[in-house]
């Protein structure tokens, strides 16, 4: 070799030598007998030995047992100029620091020796980086909620497993789609709210909202928003994690009804005692003046009546003892409406009731004109609860003849399936402020010694039959009836 050769060879050899010094990996030769023939700077930085430590031993001083099998004597003896598919090692330091290890082998056959080149890289934080990513995948994918990534401009940038069962949209349909296929029009004003409060640093955690499905329908959300920074920090994307509210909603919905059903409940359980009480007390206060005068009669006629006085004090006996009944019979009347009606529907011909009625009124009261207009009913009997009916009928005639100066009027009107009666007299009337008062039970508007209980009677019997019963211009009473047929008949029936 001449100088010139020797001098180029040298020159060569010492811009290799910078090379490897300033390389970002670490770098070692290993001989045939797989020892470490060179070594530079970043090696002794990854492993931590100088390169007089390790010059001419095996290269087995920094690979740790749980290595693959084959490094380093394979890579010994690689062919020359054959470069080695990277692969990797567990790499073992001179304090004992265990780490993985990315290397990358080419052979190179020079004249005096073969030698195969090293080049490594630490790769234990991007390993972990790697794990880490595929654990967050993992959990992404598992997750039941939807997890879905946006840029600023609303599209979409991901989209896992659980976005796909809520909304209905696979990832390969929804990536790059605007965020709106989602987002119904009228929370669109929402989310622009939600990205500004992220934009200036706030948190938007489980905001009840709502999304719309791929068939249209839509689905309640818990939606928390978080902000995807760069490395500068600032925000290029947003996450959101939406999860289905419907069975939670649908639970705090059937909680609150049944809180409501209670409560409603034990109010009317407490309206109810209440009701009970008074009508205790309502009905001791009415019984007590007929038995009293009862009393008061028995012990006149145990002390000795004076002359003629004895018929007298046993007639206001039955009177009263009579008036004593009547007010037990409608006490009991109630109190069975209280605990429901059974009805029995059966044909009627409810002109003839009516008729009936109207007769057994004038023999109550002869001075009284009492007639029965016919308006339109049709022929043939109506599917009706005859006994309620006529007690209904019963209660609005006593109360009308009562109080009649000289006539009371029944119209009977049935269209449509409802019968409707008007039962109007002559009297002084029913104030317009207590129309719904004389419906009480114990009321007595008029002082003429009623148990003020007819008119309750009555209208709990119409409303146990579907209908009702109220007072305007008279007293009218509505129910509804099945019709045979229909055909008009008018005049008056006395």
């Keep these: 070799m001449t100088a010139d050769q020797h001098e180029r060879r040298s020159a060569e050899h010492a811009r290799w030598r910078q090379v490897l010094e300033v390389a970002p990996e670490a770098y070692l030769a290993i001989d045939r007998r797989s020892c470490i023939a060179d070594w530079n700077r970043r090696a002794t930085a990854l492993f931590g030995w100088a390169p007089e430590e390790v010059l001419g031993r095996p290269v087995s001083l920094l690979v740790h047992p749980s290595s693959p099998a084959g490094f380093p004597d394979g890579v010994a003896s690689s062919t020359p100029e054959e470069v080695v598919e990277p692969f990797d090692i567990v790499g073992v330091g ?3 620091r265990v780490f993985d290890v990315q290397c990358t082998v080419w052979g190179v056959d020079r004249r005096d020796s073969s030698v195969a080149h090293v080049f490594l890289q630490d790769v ?3 390993r972990r980086a790697q794990e880490a990513a595929a654990l967050l995948t993992a959990v992404v994918e598992g997750s039941a909620d939807a997890m879905i990534t946006r840029d600023l401009d609303g599209v979409i940038l991901s989209w896992n497993v659980g976005a796909e069962r809520i909304y209905g949209w696979s990832a390969e349909e929804a990536v790059g789609q605007a965020d709106s296929l989602i987002v119904p029009p009228d929370r669109a004003p929402e989310l622009a709210d939600m990205m ?4 200036r640093g706030g948190r938007v955690s489980a905001v009840e909202t709502e999304r719309v499905t791929r068939g249209g329908t839509r689905v309640p959300v818990a939606l928390t928003l978080s902000p995807v920074n760069d490395a500068h920090g600032r925000m290029v994307a947003t996450s959101a994690i939406g999860r289905d509210v419907t069975e939670q909603r649908w639970m ?3 909680l609150d009804a049944t809180l409501q059903q209670v409560q409603t409940a034990a109010e009317e359980a407490r ?3 209440a009701a ?3 009508f205790l007390a309502d009905a001791a206060h009415q019984l007590r003046t007929p038995v009293a005068g009862i009393r008061a009669c028995a012990e006149t006629l145990l002390l000795g009546p004076a002359a003629g006085d004895a018929d007298r004090l046993l007639a206001m006996m039955v009177r009263e003892s009579t008036r004593a009944g009547n007010l037990i019979s409608d006490l009991l009347r109630i109190a069975r409406l209280d ?7 059966e044909p009627l011909d409810v002109v003839r009731v009516c008729a009936d009625e109207v007769e057994r009124l004038l023999l109550l009261r002869p001075e009284v004109d009492v007639r029965l207009e016919v308006h339109q009913v049709p022929p043939g009997p109506l599917t009706l609860d005859g006994a309620a009916v006529g007690e209904v009928l019963s209660n609005l005639g006593d109360n009308a003849v009562r109080h009649a100066s000289r006539s009371v009027v029944m119209e009977l009107d049935v269209t449509q399936d409802v019968l409707r009666l008007q039962i109007r007299d002559d009297g002084p009337g029913v104030p317009e402020a207590a129309q719904e008062e004389v419906f009480e039970r114990f009321v007595s508007l008029d002082g003429q010694g009623g148990s003020g209980l007819g008119l309750a009677i009555a209208r709990a019997l119409a409303r146990a039959m579907g209908g009702e019963l109220h007072c305007d211009g008279g007293f009218v009473l509505t129910l509804p009836c099945e019709l045979p047929g229909h055909r008009p008949v008018g005049g008056p029936i006395a």
Excluded: I
Excluded at 196 to 199: A, E, F, I, K
Excluded at 339 to 345: D, E, R, T
């Design 94 to 96: 001179r304090d004992g």
């Design 124 to 126: 234990t934080e991007r």
């Design 196 to 199: 500004l409060t992220l934009g």
């Design 252 to 254: 705090a919905e059937t």
């Design 271 to 273: 309206e109810s005692e």
């Design 276 to 278: 009970s009480r008074r």
């Design 339 to 345: 605990q429901g009606v059974p009805l029995s529907a």
